[in-house]
Every structure is written in structure tokens, then in C-alpha cells.
């Protein structure tokens, strides 16, 4: 196992005072840098920095990061679910530590698709069928993994085929911890 004891902090960040969002850390006695690889290649959306020896991941508008002595997440809505979240973290790093023999190490920095690059390849009919006003609502929602393509209905529709199929090419939807 990689990280067998780290401390746990969950607290609302100093810069959003009584947002009622909170965060969490974990400090770290191990350094999991060498993990962060085997991570970029297994977890859609992440991004690697190899300089600062760091991997940001977004999960349902969540803000992810992974440091060399240090995992933290942001913008949860309650303490329990920010604690909750962080001890998932640290079973899947530990999970794919374990699994590094059978993953190909990633040490590439994607990029993420910007709103109005997913926008373009929208059906552009703002029907509402997402629940969002408009598909570039939808689009920004895309971006920040807050939404999926399912739940664009028309997407399925046969006559934007072609742009799902560039669609799932470029939009990262971030898997559940499990
Ligand atoms: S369901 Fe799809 S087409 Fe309709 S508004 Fe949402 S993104 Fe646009």
C-alpha cells in the first residue's frame, strides 16, 4: 500500500467565507509522485503537470488535485461528502499503485476542450431537453464535468452522428471514485 497514514483537514476555504462549500486534504507521509502517471493514464479528464510533480482532476465540479505530499479536493457541499470523497482518493491511488504493472505510465499533458469548442459541436437547437436554457449552458456544464452527453436527448438523434461521435472524442467525463 502507497499511503498508509496521512492527516485529514476538511475545512472551508478562507477565500469563499460562508459559501457553505467545503474542502479537504490530505497530508501525506509517502511521496506518490511516481503514481501521478499510472493516474493520467487511467482517469478520463485528468490533467498532468509534470513540473510541479502535480495531476488536477475535476469529478462532478469538484476540483481534484494530487501532489507529491499532499491530495485535496474543493468546492463539495457538505463536510461529510468532502471527507468522504478525499478517503476515496486515497483508495484509488493505492489502487492503482497495486495495478501499475498491468497500466502503461501517461506522463502527457492534455488539454480540457473549451466550452465553445464542445458548443460548436452541439445540436444548437436550445430545446432545453438537458434542463439547461441554452446548449451553451449546456456546453460550459460539459466542460466542468457537471454534465454528460446522455443527457443531451437529441445527441442520439441519427442526423448528429457524426457530431457525438466527435463529441465523446473530445468531452472527458470523469468517472465515479468507486
Ligand atoms: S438538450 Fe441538447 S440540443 Fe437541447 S438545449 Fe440541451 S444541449 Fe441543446
Known sequence: ???????????????????????????????????????????????????????????????????????????????DGAEKELKGLIELVNRTWERRAEITPDTTTRQRPTPMAIYKLLPNTNCKGCGESTCYSFALKLAAAQKKLADCPPLTEP???????????????APAIA
Open 1 to 79: 500500500m502507497l499511503i498508509e497514514k496521512y492527516d485529514l483537514e476538511v475545512f472551508t476555504p478562507p477565500c469563499e467565507p460562508g459559501a457553505e462549500r467545503y474542502a479537504a486534504k490530505a497530508r501525506l507521509i509517502a511521496d506518490i509522485s511516481e503514481v501521478l502517471p499510472y493516474l493520467n493514464a487511467t482517469l478520463r479528464g485528468a490533467i498532468y503537470h509534470p513540473g510541479a510533480q502535480a495531476l488536477t482532476w475535476k469529478k462532478g465540479g469538484h476540483n481534484i488535485a494530487f501532489h507529491a505530499y499532499e491530495i485535496a479536493t474543493s468546492n463539495v457541499e457538505d463536510r
Open 159 to 173: 442526423q448528429y452522428a457524426e457530431k457525438l461521435a466527435a463529441l465523446e472524442e473530445v468531452v472527458i467525463e
